[in-house]
């Protein structure tokens, strides 16, 4: 299904111009107030942000929206994305909704939207909104007596914090733990040190000082050069990355050394399947993970499912089929017996909740496997379909054929931004770094 304005998560774009203006903002609340309204009760709805400069002017453009359709807006300030989803569910909204563009450089923003359940839309409820923005004629505004009312939320924080340390074993402590944590100058740049600090960790805040400007630049999941120099600098036992609305995670080991999200998958699966906990027989990822995620899976009996790029994607199958671990390499990890997206901080506390059972160092304890050799490049292009040239198509196939069963190609337009990923794997890295290069030159040929 081709969208307009929403990508594989959510409306995403540089802010104040495009679909991030105030007037499509206040579009966009409107019909989403409009989609969510049902029966005669007061409607509700909660809605975070990130730690952006734009955030102001969106969060206001988004709450007259959703006024003038007639619901209640209830003001959560800077939480993570995850919080949202929980506190939708636990408050009994009608809607939640994040304001932020995740790992995004602070000149983009965005808005996430969740169901009551708190699950993320889906591709047609996204449709019917934007039928409704293109076409006002589509949307009611609320008669002056049903105008919603606007009123901040002071504890959203304390609430979230509360609710993650319940998702940690009761019979354990972090004691004993130096933990570097990189907030990414982001939405958990309060709630996550707290909430360790809390269990008993003895916590090393970097990334922890937004300005509005500063979100994830040369910090957080997409940065973890200084995260993991602090950890051999204080020789901490482990450093903890989120993104700029906490919903992935990137890990450091005791080394110094990066753990990224299929690792850490790969953990918890395995320990939630020793102690009877894990469901579906294996874990959701997406078409990104490394096959050598699938190859250690499969050497302990349990299985990989594969969906398109997005934790939306995952989350779909995984409720569809019953699995309750899933996420995506770059660090989304959905567990879903505690959570309805990827939320980087619970992910965290259960990779540390492996790692006090074990007792050994988090370098033996989080790597697990030895990741094939992928090669992963952008190509950016400006219009025109240039997947849909006949040369690019036949050096696809060229390709596939020469990795064969020893490796895996990905080519595929982003869902956030105009560019063309081009991954390839294999057992042999030079072939593989090899066909990256030529299909990316190719690209770029057919895209100018």
């Not at 609340?29 to 509700?44: I, K, P, Q, T, V």
């Not at 009761?170 to 740049?189: E, F, S, W």
């Not at 509005?212 to 903890?240: F, Q, Y």
Request: glycine letters at 10%; a negative charge.
């Amino acid at each position: 299904m081709t969208r307009k304005y929403f990508g594989t998560d959510g409306v995403r774009g540089r802010a104040n111009s495009g679909a991030m203006t105030a007037d499509m903002v206040l579009k966009i609340g409107m019909a989403a107030g409009n989609l969510y309204r049902r029966g005669s009760h007061r409607h509700r709805v909660v809605i975070g942000k990130d730690t952006r400069l734009s955030g102001y002017m969106i969060e206001n453009a988004l709450t007259a929206g959703l006024l003038a359709a007639g619901m209640d807006v209830f003001l959560f300030g800077p939480v993570p994305t995850p919080a949202v989803s929980m506190l939708t569910r636990s408050m009994r909204a009608d809607l939640g909704v994040m304001i932020s563009a995740s790992h995004n450089p602070f000149a983009d923003n965005g808005i996430k939207i969740f169901g009551p359940d708190g699950f993320k839309l889906s591709d047609a409820e996204e449709a019917q909104i934007e039928a409704m923005v293109d076409d006002a004629s589509l949307m009611t505004a609320a008669v002056p007596e049903r105008i919603g009312r606007a009123k901040r939320i002071e504890d959203a924080q304390a609430r979230y914090i509360e609710f993650a340390k319940r998702t940690f074993p009761r019979d354990m402590t972090l004691d004993g733990l130096r933990i570097v944590v990189d907030t990414a100058n982001g939405a958990a740049y309060r709630v996550a040190p707290t909430a360790l600090w809390e269990l008993g960790a003895e916590v090393v805040q970097i990334g922890d000082e937004p300005n509005g400007l500063n979100i994830n630049e040369d910090c957080g999941s997409t940065h973890p050069a200084e995260m993991c120099r602090k950890v051999r600098e204080l020789r901490a036992d482990i450093g903890i990355a989120l993104d700029g609305d906490a919903d992935r995670v990137i890990i450091a080991d005791d080394k110094g050394q990066v753990v990224d999200g299929d690792q850490l998958m790969a953990l918890i699966a395995t320990s939630w399947a020793r102690r009877g906990e894990l469901k579906g027989g294996g874990l959701v990822a997406t078409v990104m993970s490394n096959l050598g995620l699938e190859r250690y899976l499969l050497d302990n009996k349990l299985t990989l499912a594969r969906t398109r790029v997005g934790d939306r994607y995952v989350v779909e199958h995984m409720r569809a089929h019953g699995f309750n671990v899933g996420g995506e390499q770059s660090g989304h990890i959905v567990l879903a017996d505690f959570s309805t997206t990827g939320d980087g901080l619970l992910a965290a506390l259960q990779v540390l909740a492996e790692v006090k059972r074990q007792g050994r160092p988090v370098s033996e304890v989080c790597n697990l496997f030895t990741p094939l050799p992928q090669v992963l490049k952008n190509v950016k292009f400006r219009q025109g379909a240039p997947l849909q040239d006949s040369r690019v198509r036949d050096a696809i196939a060229a390709a596939e054929a020469e990795l064969g069963n020893s490796g895996r190609l990905l080519v595929r337009p982003s869902g956030t931004e105009p560019v063309i990923r081009v991954m390839a794997e294999g057992d042999d890295g030079v072939m593989v770094s090899r066909i990256v290069d030529e299909l990316c030159d190719m690209i770029a040929r057919a895209a100018a």
